[in-house]
């Protein structure tokens, strides 16, 4: 018999908000402490704002989800608000230079051709709920890779501009120079999805197996389902990071403005 969600799922009481605030309080006060920062950002405050942001938005979404998936236009209007917010993000993650918009092309090149192959094959409806959160585990696999990979290759190119040198001097293009300092860096983008990957099951049991466990499927059913994403999650961060590091090399995505 199947174990109902409601009774394995989180009670949405007070003791949740309790808890939640003490752990985000918690986080805060570490990042604080141990002073986290990159030089950019100070990783305290930027907790405390993106504990307080999702809140504010999962309470939105909460409310908008259930009218949006009755209405096409609209849920195809979500998934496109979902891929602009990524993609001013990992622009604005990368790079504070106006280049920081080209961040809108590794994600798109990573993430569409598999939403749109789920969606002819009918492997995932164009109507209903399940392109959401599919949609959006991809989008956001996206953007991880794409912060990571355009991060590394910038701060890459910039730390070794002396070799880029001398490999022009050589004889090199600049892109081939270029490609050629940036892409071990840019490559380590991959490493958190292959490491996810290699140990599912092992160490972790990623979120769309317990959720489906959850919603009462078989096991072999949410093993499916998560094998799947895995390996469309590594599809599309391989594309993704390619991509990213391309645009770099070529100059396309640079470092900050004023940033020597």
């Given amino acids: 018999m199947a174990v109902s969600a409601s009774t394995t799922l989180l009670p949405v009481d007070r003791t949740l908000g309790v808890v939640l605030a003490a752990l985000l309080i918690a986080a805060v006060a570490v990042a604080a402490y141990a002073r986290l920062s990159d030089g950019r950002e100070d990783y305290a405050r930027a907790i405390a704002l993106a504990g307080l942001r999702a809140t504010a938005q999962l309470a939105a979404v909460s409310f908008v989800i259930g009218w949006v998936v009755h209405h096409q236009a609209a849920l195809i209007g979500f998934v496109v608000l979902m891929y602009t917010v990524a993609a001013r ?19 798109a090149a990573g993430a569409l051709p598999v939403v749109v192959l789920l969606v002819t094959t009918g492997l995932v409806p164009l109507d209903g709920i399940a392109l959401v959160p599919v949609a959006g585990i991809l989008i956001g696999g996206a953007l991880t890779a794409t912060v990571l990979g355009g991060r590394r290759a910038i701060e890459e190119l910039h730390t070794r501009h002396g070799e880029v040198e001398a490999a022009l001097a050589l004889g090199f293009t600049d892109r081939d120079a270029r490609m050629e300092i940036a892409r071990p860096a840019a490559s380590t983008a991959l490493v958190p999805g292959l490491d996810q990957t290699r140990t599912v099951g092992l160490v972790t049991l990623p979120g769309a197996f317990v959720g489906m466990l959850l919603g009462g499927a078989s096991p072999v059913m ?18 993704s990071v390619a991509v990213v590091l391309e645009l770099c090399a070529r100059g396309r995505i640079v470092r900050d403005v004023g940033v020597t």
Avoid at 89 to 107: C, L, Y
Avoid at 223 to 238: I, K, P, R, T
């Fill in 222 to 239: 949410a093993g499916a389902v998560q094998l799947f994403v895995l390996v469309a999650l590594l599809a599309v961060q391989a594309v």
């Fill in 89 to 107: 993000t990992a622009g604005r993650r990368i790079t504070r230079d106006p280049s920081w918009r080209w961040a809108a092309v590794p994600i």
